[in-house]
């Protein structure tokens, strides 16, 4: 945690990771709350189509040209 | 920038909306535009006192909106450079006492009928009314921006809301760089800033003490000449130039000896 802090990363860097996401949120009107409701919601419904499906989730919101874009990535388990 | 009528507006308080309302206010009266320059922020009047005009306030802006006094009656001509001028807001009301409708009016009436060329409105803090006031009547707009969290933050906020209004023109300052810092990596970089905000940038203001001293004495910095130069009043009056439509390099902040760090040592020596 301290190296993170004073260490080789550049706490401007850091900063910069952090704004991006809480705007990408604060522009799509979203809390980070909410989007973390939606995962486990969107979550439940793919289990009920994939059983056996324990992928890894990813959803986010994402800034794409001038618009605001929910990407979801959910990996379904063909096997 | 063609906008005539500019709103200079932040979001997040204290980041420098009335220093750089007063200091591009006084660099573009320089340049021989005739310029007025409005405080919105009824209640907190400050743009009086940074401009060192305080002591001739006799009508404010509340008082030419309920028909009190006539609009010329309120305005402040500057005897430091004369085309320079203030309208200044009220200290006893509170922020109820605006209406879109009047300061739409009382901008047109100083643009067409006082024939003023530019008038630059300093809003309140916030996002509320007194914020969407002073937007209500600007075709242009000037963010600014410290380097921090909450700054840039909120700036995206108020950027938002300005294209909500589809004011054409939103350009960036970004006020209160520190160079040694950005060169450490401890501060956002001017390109960072450019990337998280997308919004197109005039001016790069660094942190300069002399700031505070020029509002302590009630004198902008931009309107200094023959005493020493400050760094801070020559980034306003390059915005100045901007908006006039002339291109003005950037100094550059980041090179060691730069100018900067050439400024730095001629205070040091003077």
């Known amino acids: 945690m301290l190296r993170n802090l004073f260490g080789r990363n550049k706490s401007k860097d850091q900063l910069k990771e952090r704004l991006k996401l809480v705007l990408s949120y604060d522009r799509a009107k979203l809390s980070p709350g909410s989007m973390e409701e939606l995962k486990g919601e969107l979550l439940t419904v793919i289990k009920k189509y994939f059983p056996s499906d324990d992928g890894d989730y990813d959803v986010k919101v994402e800034q794409q040209g001038d618009r605001m874009v929910l990407v979801a990535n959910l990996p379904v388990n063909a096997s | ?270």
């Open chain 2, 1 to 270: 920038m063609n906008a005539k009528a500019i709103v200079v507006t932040s979001g997040k308080g204290g980041v420098g909306k009335t220093t750089t309302t007063a200091n591009v206010g006084a660099a573009l009266a320089r340049l021989g535009e005739k310029v007025c320059v409005i405080d919105t922020d009824v209640g907190l009047r400050n743009l009086d006192v940074v401009m060192g005009l305080e002591g001739r306030v006799v009508y404010d802006l509340i008082d030419v909106f309920e028909g009190r006094c006539k609009l010329r009656q309120a305005i402040i001509r500057d005897k430091r450079v004369d085309t320079l001028h203030l309208l200044a807001t009220s200290q006893t009301r509170d922020k109820s006492a605006l209406s879109e409708e009047r300061m739409r009016e009382t901008v047109r009436a100083l643009l067409e009928d006082e024939g003023f060329d530019r008038v630059l409105i300093d809003s309140p803090a916030g996002i509320e009314s007194g914020f969407q006031t002073a937007a209500s009547a600007a075709s242009g707009a000037l963010v600014v921006v410290n380097p921090e969290v909450s700054s840039v933050r909120d700036a995206d906020r108020i950027i938002g809301l300005l294209e909500a209004r589809e004011i054409p023109e939103v350009r960036l300052i970004i006020n209160r760089l520190r160079p040694e810092m950005v060169k450490r990596g401890d501060m956002l970089e001017v390109d960072d800033v450019l990337e998280i905000l997308g919004v197109k940038l005039i001016g790069i203001v660094p942190e300069d003490e002399r700031i505070l001293i020029s509002t302590n004495i009630g004198s902008p910095a931009s309107l200094e000449e023959g005493g020493p130069k400050v760094a801070a009043g020559a980034a306003f009056r390059d915005i100045a130039r901007r908006i006039r439509g002339e291109d003005v390099a950037y100094p550059s902040f980041e090179q060691p000896k730069g100018i900067f760090a050439g400024l730095r040592r001629v205070f040091g020596a003077g």
